[in-house]
């Protein structure tokens, strides 16, 4: 699956982003079966876990960094997924990745995805 991320951009502290991530998927992949994740990385540092959803989008996970203030969601039939990140802070700062994994379940190991998208840049300002 190919997946094209959008929706960063400057915004100052407090404020809110929303990241979109569009999937483009071969003959015999189904989006609706993919476990889609978030990722993040600032300058400097590994890249990191945000969130995740599952293949269903009936659950999803958070780093303890985001959660409170950031939700992930998905519409299949648009083969698309979602972050809302809200009371944005400095430090979320970062190049942020959607990536896809034929798990189906909740999974926060990069390690273990399968399709990256090409990162959105979000700067948040104090």
């Known amino acids: 699956v190919q997946l094209q991320a959008s929706g960063g951009g400057l915004v100052q502290a407090g404020g809110s982003l929303r990241l979109g991530c569009t999937a483009s998927?071969?003959?015999?992949?189904?989006?609706?079966?993919?476990?889609m994740g978030w990722f993040r990385q600032a300058p400097g540092k590994e890249r990191q876990f945000v969130a995740t959803?599952?293949?269903?989008?009936?659950?999803?996970y958070y780093a303890d960094s985001v959660k409170g203030r950031f939700t992930i969601s998905r519409d299949n039939a648009k083969k698309a997924a979602y972050l809302q990140m809200n009371s944005l802070k400095p430090e979320d700062t970062a190049v942020y990745y959607c990536?896809?994994?034929?798990?189906?379940?909740?999974?926060?190991?990069?390690?273990?995805?399968?399709?990256w998208g090409q990162g959105t840049q979000v700067t948040v300002s104090s």
């Open positions: 990536a896809a994994d034929r798990g189906g379940g909740l999974n926060r190991g990069l390690a273990s995805y399968d399709s």
């Open positions: 998927t071969a003959s015999g992949y189904t989006f609706s079966t993919y476990t």
């Open positions: 959803i599952t293949a269903n989008g009936a659950s999803t």
